[in-house]
């Protein structure tokens, strides 16, 4: 009878409750009008570099690369700061000083003077996910309130897309697949390792001869880490391979996180697996696991400390970072620390949970 298993009623109402509740946080989110402080701007107004490299004068009146300049600084939707070159902008967009940055270019002025089209670069980090969308946006307002105070209607500014630290190859493989490597990786080790301990008929009979239940629990999460470890090498030659994708970083480098992912996803399975009584609860894990790893583990809704402590949300950080800037992975120690002790702290939960068990089926 479904009703005396109580792990199973709860997985019946929770996991409802989840995605209702994510819906609603995610609509919410995006019909929520954002509030303007005493600057005029936005709460969620984005920091735009700026680069003003027209230095022409031909538009009677005003300069005109210096009046779309006012333009953008008003915006309720952009904190701009003005940078002397691209190199510098290049730079604070790499250090995510800036959410993009736009160049104006040579002959701006006289471009819309002669009516030709001025063409204005706008850069975008290709790790910013979240903000590229608003970025083009929020510069297209701009671009139609600056043309409609001058009366202008023949397409006198356009602006072109320039993303950055792109890997070689397909792009949208690359976004897609950097980020599945590490929910992948985790997932798959965990749901294997939800089933490590629970009914484990063998592991009973192990534990009647002097080996500790933490030794069968190191064993079981090492095990299980090098299943992770093997599966990030199957991942990682099929995504490269498939899709001519070229990393900026070392194939090393990538296999350091998605072992991470892979020892802390062993550990949360252990944990599941000393939890649970039955290897039909450990399935029903699975669907727990899955829905909240890909509503709090994507970026799909904000989740505060959660980002900050779990590692598939770490993780997506530094292989995409790693992947796509090139950053070293020595810039992520406090991650890594964060992703060892959170490990270590779940091998802990399951020895303490297994050592108060008396049977394991």
């Known amino acids: 009878m479904i009703s005396n298993d109580k792990f199973a009623l709860l997985l019946v109402f929770v996991l409802p409750a989840m995605i209702m509740g994510t819906m609603y946080v995610a609509i919410n989110q995006n019909q929520a009008f954002a509030p303007v402080d005493d600057s005029g701007k936005s709460e969620d107004a984005l920091t735009l570099g700026l680069v003003d490299r027209d230095p022409t004068d031909t538009f009677p009146g005003e300069d005109l690369s210096q009046n779309f300049t006012w333009y953008l600084q008003n915006s309720p939707n952009f904190i701009v700061i003005l940078y002397e070159d691209e190199a510098a902008a290049r730079d604070a967009l790499y250090r995510d000083e800036v959410n993009a940055y736009a160049v104006i270019p040579y002959g701006f002025e006289g471009n819309i003077t002669g009516d030709i089209p001025a063409f204005v670069d706008v850069h975008i980090s290709s790790t910013d996910f979240e903000s590229q969308a608003d970025v083009f946006s929020f510069f297209s307002e701009v671009v139609q309130d600056f043309r409609y105070d001058h009366g ?28 599945m490597l590490v929910f992948a990786v985790f997932i798959a080790t965990s749901a294997t390792a939800a089933q490590a301990i629970v009914g484990d008929i063998p592991l009973n009979r192990m534990l009647l001869t002097p080996a500790t239940k933490m030794e069968a629990i190191l064993a079981k999460t090492a095990a299980y880490f090098i299943v992770g470890v093997i599966q990030t090498q199957f991942l990682l030659i099929l995504w490269m391979g498939l899709f001519q994708i070229v990393p900026n970083t070392d194939y090393l480098t990538l296999n350091a996180i998605l072992g991470l992912m892979s020892l802390s996803g062993s550990a949360l399975g252990v ?61 992520f120690m406090s991650e890594i620390g964060i992703i060892l002790v959170f490990s270590l702290c779940l091998i802990l939960v399951a020895w303490i949970i297994f050592s108060r068990r008396q049977s394991l089926a």
């Open 152 to 179: 202008w209607i023949k397409g006198e500014i356009a602006t072109e897309r320039v993303r950055e630290f792109e890997p070689t190859g397909n792009y949208t493989a690359a976004t897609f697949g950097v980020f």
């Open 271 to 331: 944990v599941i697996s000393t939890l649970v009584t039955t290897r039909l609860q450990a399935n029903q894990s699975f669907l727990f696991l899955l829905f909240a790893s890909v509503i709090f583990g994507t970026g799909f809704v904000p989740v505060g400390i959660v980002d900050e402590v779990f590692p598939l949300n770490l993780g997506r950080v530094m292989i995409i970072d790693c992947a796509f800037k090139g950053i070293l992975l020595s810039n």
